[in-house]
């Protein structure tokens, strides 16, 4: 059974980065795309963007140009980094697999969340 | 971007009784890149239908999904007290990946 674990710290000051890494277990991470996605306590989820196990990424627009997902499949994890980090960015993190084409690029496994809040 | 736009934002029912969700998007989506999750309070998201019809693995049958274009629905027979939660659909006809706001379904 393939178990995803996010992990980081959960408060972060105003303007520093966000990094978080999340662990994989119980399967490989080849073929596989990893995507982070974060929900803002009491609202809707929104993409952050995914990384192939190879290494290619897509990232969402609106975050872009602070976003920076990598892999490292010899230690079956990825990270996301956020920079410049405001209020707005207080969300509970998941990490999720997605197949890809084959299953319309739904997520299929997820990480049980982690809480991070931008706050001196 | 493509919104997503989900409703009704509520949705009251009995046991046994069937719900009917849609996700309205603002332009064409592939029917391979509609996708439904069902949320718990305090839990991850947990996919349900992917594909627009099609079941994840050891989801009950009494979960259907349907539609095309810019319409698509989510069904959901015989309604149990455990199918509360909050509905999501996604797609990745384009990108960005994108979600509706969320269906609340009480029972």
């Known amino acids: 059974q393939v178990q995803l674990q996010e992990s980081g710290p959960g408060l972060v000051k105003p303007s520093e980065t966000l990094s978080l890494t999340c662990i994989v277990s119980?399967?490989?991470?080849?073929?596989?795309?990893w995507s982070w996605i974060r929900q803002p306590p009491g609202k809707g989820l929104e993409w952050i963007g995914y990384?192939?196990?190879?290494?290619?990424?897509n990232y969402n627009p609106s975050l872009k140009s602070r976003v920076t997902i990598s892999v490292d499949t010899s230690k079956n994890q990825f990270s996301l980094k956020l920079s410049s980090v405001t209020a707005a960015d207080s969300a509970v993190y998941y990490c999720?697999?997605?197949?890809?084409?084959?299953?319309?690029?739904?997520?299929?496994?997820w990480g049980q969340g982690i809480l991070v809040t931008v706050s001196s | 971007e493509v919104v997503l736009t989900q409703s009704p934002g509520t949705l009251s029912l009995s046991p046994g009784e069937r719900a009917t969700l849609s996700c309205r998007a603002s332009q064409t989506v592939n029917t391979r890149y509609l996708a439904w999750y069902q949320q718990k309070p305090g839990q991850a998201p947990r996919l349900l239908i992917y594909?627009?019809?099609s079941r994840a693995s050891g989801i009950p049958d009494r979960f259907s999904g349907s539609g095309s274009g810019t319409d698509f629905s989510l069904t959901i027979s015989g309604l149990e007290p455990e199918d509360s939660a909050v509905y999501y659909c996604?797609?990745?006809?384009?990108?960005?990946?994108?979600f509706g706001q969320g269906t609340k379904v009480e029972i």
């Open positions: 996604q797609q990745y006809s384009a990108t960005p990946l994108t």
């Open positions: 999720a697999r997605a197949p890809g084409y084959a299953s319309g690029w739904s997520h299929d496994y």
């Open positions: 594909g627009t019809s």
């Open positions: 990384i192939y196990y190879s290494g290619g990424t």
């Open positions: 119980g399967g490989s991470m080849s073929s596989y795309y």
